[in-house]
């Protein structure tokens, strides 16, 4: 066993399940299983998942996914490492640090198809704390290499779920670098049909104009997502685009207009907490004091 952890003997079939068996008879409530279809059902449900996360359909995918994670079959058995790859897209979703349990799959080398590569590197580039200029290049170094990856599988909606991430850990960070990959994603994603992440990617391209002060492209852009409402079926991107709207005619001191947007995002339910800042500054701006404070208030009771 000494030999086989230290990686100078690889383990036998006759070993491993002579292991099993110790730990199945040291612990009553441990039962590995030797079903192999058990990996085919997990592998399928991985690319489920991938689906989910491309499409944006995750909310829905849940309870299936926590369902999964929940029973124990397919952690004790050779879907092991499938099992992980699901518990790190649900922590993923979670927006939880994973870097540390992806790069653990990673360098396992358990997997051959080239998909799940692309996809662990996305989420050790995207879960990742962005702190400083070492972590950044750690990041951006993942999603090369993902992308190194998806070129392989040749998925275009993987590929573009890739370069989304990537796209906003340089908008955080340094913004300009983003710019090479904008039409990529868009391009990727809508070759895929992956239709509602499109809708992010291009609110976040207005999102990314408004930060580079850019505000005509970026008010062109929310103004075409408004004029598509009848594609969008969710209140809550409507809300967003109306929420980026009224910030962008805000910082360009176009009061009346500001709030009128900012109106709209809170009647669809926005959460944005910048469509408050907008009220207050907005009608300060136009002289109506009352309005002003009493939109500070209501920011109060909205995040207390």
């Not at 086989?4 to 110790?22: L, N, P, R, V, W």
Request: aromatic share 16%; proline share 2%.
């Amino acid at each position: 066993m000494s030999k086989i952890e230290a990686g100078k003997q690889e383990m036998d079939d006759a070993t491993f399940k002579k292991a099993i068996s110790f730990f199945e008879n040291l612990d009553p409530d441990f039962h590995f299983s030797f079903d192999l279809s058990l990996v085919d059902h997990a592998d399928a449900f991985v690319f489920k998942c991938i689906q989910s996360l491309i499409f944006v359909t995750y909310p829905s995918s849940m309870y299936e996914i926590e369902n999964f994670i929940d029973h124990s079959q397919y952690r004790d058995s050779f879907a092991f490492f499938h099992y992980l790859v699901v518990q790190n897209i649900y922590e993923c979703i979670q927006e939880k640090d994973c870097m540390e349990s992806t790069q653990y799959l990673i360098d396992s080398n358990f997997f051959v198809d080239p998909r799940y590569y692309a996809l662990l590197y996305d989420i050790n580039g995207a879960s990742g704390s962005l702190k400083n200029d070492q972590m950044f290049m750690r990041q951006i170094q993942s999603f090369q290499k993902a992308l190194g990856f998806c070129h392989g599988a040749n998925c275009d909606g993987l590929r573009g779920l890739i370069l989304y991430h990537l796209i906003l850990i340089y908008k955080q960070y340094k913004c300009l670098g983003a710019f090479q990959y904008l039409e990529e994603c868009e391009h990727s994603l809508e070759k895929a049909g992956a239709y509602r992440r499109l809708l992010y990617a291009k609110l976040n391209k207005g999102n990314f104009y408004i930060k580079l002060g850019l505000y005509p492209l970026a008010q062109e852009i929310y103004r075409n997502l408004e004029h598509s409402q009848s594609q969008i079926d969710e209140k809550e991107m409507i809300s967003r685009i109306c929420a980026s709207s009224s910030w962008c005619s805000l910082l360009q001191g176009k009061y009346e207009e500001a709030i009128e947007k900012a109106r709209k995002a809170e009647r669809l339910g926005s959460r944005f907490p910048d469509i408050y800042i907008t009220f207050a500054y907005g009608y300060y701006k136009l002289g109506d004091i009352q309005s002003a404070r009493q939109s500070i208030t209501r920011f109060r009771h909205s995040f207390s």
